[in-house]
């Protein structure tokens, strides 16, 4: 009776240790292939993240395209569902404005190009900047914070202006835009004496 038991028992142990094989092996497939899509997954996020390189890039680029005056290259970094808000405070007055979509973005750059145009008796010089750059973990957002304190001079008076411009920027269909903007200005004025 013993040497059946034991035999049984060896036959148990065997069947259990094919069976704990088998399972092992199914198991490992799944974590094979698993580990397959991870390593495609981290070769996809890798090559589509965004770095701060990319918005260093892009501000400097929007930058160049702003001084040229040139609306639709401004639009071109925007995503079609842009909102803008701005902030402006000076002594007598507070104005904010918010803008939604391409087409008021447009209205927008055209009304401000055109103003830039007629005030060109105006003085301006920057007098500091800082930029902060920081982008997700995962890569696929980032936030742009850029300080200015600025001097403009007209004719009969010195403005002091301090300006916070946040900007939020997304990939989009492989294509890092501009997605939020936020800037907050204040403006301190000062009549220039003869």
Do not use: C, W
Not at 153 to 177: W, Y
Request: charged content about 25%; proline content about 2%; overall charge negative.
């Amino acid at each position: 009776m013993r040497f059946i038991k034991a035999i049984l028992s060896i036959f148990a142990v065997s069947a259990l240790y094919v069976q704990a094989a088998q399972l092992a092996q199914a198991n490992s497939i799944p974590q094979q292939q698993n580990l397959l899509a991870r390593k495609d997954m981290a070769t996809l996020d890798t090559t589509s993240v965004i770095t701060v390189g990319d918005i260093q890039k892009i501000n400097r680029e929007v930058e160049a395209i702003i001084d040229q005056r040139d609306v639709e290259g401004v639009l071109e970094y925007m995503a079609p569902f842009i909102i803008s808000e701005s902030i402006t405070e000076s002594s007598n007055a507070s104005e904010s404005v918010y803008i939604e979509g391409i087409e008021q973005h447009r209205e927008m750059l055209t009304s401000v190009f055109n103003e830039a145009e007629s005030d060109e008796n105006l003085n301006t010089q920057e007098i500091s900047r800082k930029e902060s750059i920081r982008v997700t973990p995962d890569g696929q957002l980032a936030t742009a914070v850029i300080s200015t304190v600025s001097e403009v001079t007209t004719d009969d008076e010195l403005r002091l202006i301090t300006t916070t411009d946040t900007i939020r920027f997304a990939r989009l269909q492989g294509e890092v835009k501009v997605i939020f903007y936020t800037t907050d200005s204040q403006i301190t004025s000062h009549a220039l004496q003869d």
